[in-house]
């Protein structure tokens, strides 16, 4: 495609509900990355594969925190029991190379999260 | 604690005025420094990065940034500013052969008076 996209891009969900936040990275690229930014703060580094293989998860804040990408295209970022301190901004990026660094990732528009 | 500094959360000036953002970082070792820019109702988007070379970086839309090892520094600069300009600056930094995480700042609101 174009450029990452991500869905949906807004949810509001009540206190303990299950949600999933999709990402359709740039064709081709092989790492993903999810970030959370919180309100007024920057994007923090939630998780990363490289291809299928999720290379570090050391982001995520707790065991509700649960990231895939089973084909190593589309990844689903699941939040489970959501609760109000889960309101963010999810970002996905990608980039192309396996190196992470090295080569630009480009960001999607974000799933603005609400939970009440 | 290791972190990324933005020095200011909010800059109003004036178009053509010139802009320093500042950046300070705590993390030892080689590092790859970045800026990325968010534009209203825009993505997040890479304006320049350093990885290593020549510590003056170009970026697009006449913005540079200059890497200062000694003072762990990679302010942003612009000397005359557009309307357009006006956006969230983030100044990033990832710690070479340590992991591929990218640490951001917290962000700086920049709003131009036209």
């Known amino acids: 495609g174009a450029g990452v996209s991500q869905s949906p891009r807004y949810k509001v969900a009540k206190r303990g509900q299950d949600v999933a936040l999709r990402c359709d990275p740039i064709s081709g690229h092989v790492s993903l990355f999810w970030y959370q930014q919180a309100l007024g703060q920057g994007p923090e580094f939630l998780t990363y594969?490289?291809?299928?293989?999720?290379?570090?998860k050391s982001g995520l804040p707790s065991d509700r925190f649960f990231a895939e990408r089973p084909e190593g295209s589309v990844s689903t970022l699941k939040i489970q029991r959501t609760q109000q301190e889960d309101s963010a901004v999810y970002l996905c990026a990608s980039s192309f190379a396996s190196g992470p660094i090295q080569e630009t990732q480009y960001f999607g528009p974000g799933t603005r999260l609400l939970v009440l | 604690a290791q972190s990324v500094s933005q020095h200011n959360h909010h800059v109003i000036l004036s178009e053509a005025a010139s802009l320093e953002l500042g950046c300070n970082y705590s993390y030892g070792g080689t590092v790859n420094l970045f800026w990325y820019v968010q534009y209203p109702g825009q993505h997040l988007q890479l304006l320049l990065k350093?990885?290593?070379?020549?510590?003056l970086v170009k970026g697009i839309k006449g913005f540079e940034a200059e890497f200062i090892k000694s003072k762990f520094s990679f302010n942003l600069r612009k000397p005359s500013v557009q309307w357009s300009d006006t956006a969230e600056y983030f100044c990033a930094v990832n710690v070479m052969n340590r992991d591929d995480k990218i640490i951001f700042g917290k962000g700086t609101r920049l709003h131009i008076l036209p």
């Open positions: 594969f490289q291809n299928e293989a999720q290379l570090d």
């Open positions: 350093y990885f290593s070379g020549d510590p």
